[in-house]
T-cell receptor, first 113, second 115 residues
């Protein structure tokens, strides 16, 4: 049972345009959400996070939006750059001593020059 | 500052053979994680250590998998005997704390192929 779902396996966008990566979750106990970026042959790298007390968090070209009622979050990258081409994982956790990260399957983003 | 170091980067073995992976976390990070990432999937937690104590090993298949972090720094993950289904990337991560908001830093992983 996938508790974190990234239903689109891939996305292709033109350089300079906006990339929107979507993520849905089913566990209502999740209250902290993260995006990780992964290049081939490297480990995932933390990109941005958001707590459930917020609905938006911005860091440079990256913005994460959280819609708790819909159990949906999205990562916006604007403007997209060729170096953004990678696999993006959505992850979620719940507050607690034994909390763990639950990852989605990932979305492969390709930014065309 | 050096990141999480893992070795080997690649390993090919025949089924029923043993295999071991090594991880050196970021200096000062007390929490260490081992994940398994199957092809086309996200990482899945196998075990989490706080210093030398395994505080969450509920997802570790204990019949064939074992892990240790004897001095609370380096860690080793072992599979004995390996099965075809163990082919995956094994990722090690570390964080300064074990809370849900503590950022986990990942190593490059060990890609295991079981023939």
């Amino acid at each position: 049972d996938q508790q974190v779902k990234q239903n689109s396996p891939s996305l292709s966008v033109q350089e300079g345009r906006i990339s929107i990566l979507n993520c849905d979750y089913t566990n209502s106990m999740f209250d902290y959400f993260l995006w990780y970026k992964k290049y081939p042959a490297e480990g995932p790298t933390f990109l941005i996070s958001i707590s459930s007390i917020k609905d938006k968090n911005e860091d440079g070209r990256f913005t994460v939006f959280l819609n708790k009622s819909a159990k949906h979050l999205s990562l916006h990258i604007v403007p997209s750059q060729p170096g953004d081409s990678a696999v993006y994982f959505c992850a979620a956790s719940s507050t607690g001593a034994n909390s763990k990260l639950t990852f989605g399957k990932g979305i492969t983003l390709s930014v065309r020059p | 500052e050096a990141g999480v170091v893992q070795s080997p980067r690649y390993k090919i073995i025949e089924k029923k053979q043993p295999v071991a992976f090594w991880c050196n976390p970021i200096s000062g990070h007390n929490t260490l994680y081992w994940y398994r990432q199957n092809l086309g999937q996200g990482p899945e937690l196998l075990i989490r250590y706080e210093n030398e104590e395994a505080v969450d090993d509920s997802q570790l298949p204990k019949d064939r998998f074992s892990a240790e972090r004897l001095k609370g720094v380096d860690s080793t993950l072992k599979i004995q005997p390996a099965e075809l289904g163990d082919s995956a990337v094994y990722l090690c991560a570390s964080s300064s704390g074990g809370g849900s908001t503590d950022t986990q830093y990942f190593g490059p992983g060990t890609r295991l192929t079981v023939l």
